[in-house]
């Protein structure tokens, strides 16, 4: 696994204006460039009728991002140190608005690579509110159907996810939340 490439390679660096202490790029055995020296997590807000999962919040990607211009949720590196939940709901706010209260997480879903995991905080949404897009990181934030999902171009390993994180928001919502270490 390698973090350290060379300059002029096309990728940011630690230490070339980064916003956090855990924001670069992994190489891992498997071929996949990945984001986040520390992994990554994302939050997956679910709005439900009844007991039905009915919305999700996705975020519009910015053209410039890692699979530009792709659907998926607001996300980004986990800090050293930090709980995937903490970073996942930090990246929420700072990307879409969302603050802790207005969410009551549930579940969790693990993309795991040698080296690097992703992992997704499942939510449910408490109220009634709208996302905001506050950063360039997208062009849009918004409500999405869950049956619309599957029909839009979205980041590869969310489409890939999304079957079992349907899954999750359908059976474990009324799960109670286990913290987990850094």
């Given at each position: 696994m390698s973090s350290n490439n060379g300059p002029g390679d096309g990728y940011r660096h630690p230490g070339d204006g980064y916003r956090h202490p855990g924001d670069g790029w992994v190489d891992c055995p498997w071929g996949h460039r990945h984001w986040g020296l520390h992994g990554a997590a994302g939050l997956l807000v679910v709005r439900f009728d009844g007991d039905a999962p009915a919305a999700v919040i996705l975020q519009h990607r910015s053209p410039w991002s890692h699979q530009g211009s792709t659907w998926s949720i607001p996300g980004g590196a986990a800090m050293p140190g930090e709980t995937r939940r903490a970073a996942a709901l930090r990246e929420a706010t700072e990307e879409a608005g969302i603050g802790p209260a207005?969410?009551?997480?549930?579940?969790?879903?693990?993309?795991?690579?040698?080296?690097?995991?992703?992992t997704t905080v499942v939510a449910e949404a408490i109220g009634d509110w709208d996302p905001t897009d506050t950063d360039t990181e997208s062009l849009e934030v918004t409500w999405v159907p869950v049956y619309v999902v599957p029909t839009m171009d979205l980041h590869e390993a969310f489409a890939a996810g999304w079957p079992a994180l349907l899954r999750l928001a359908t059976v474990q919502r009324d799960a109670t939340w286990t913290e987990e270490r850094p």
């Open positions: 207005q969410v009551r997480p549930f579940a969790r879903y693990l993309l795991e690579h040698p080296g690097w995991s992703y």
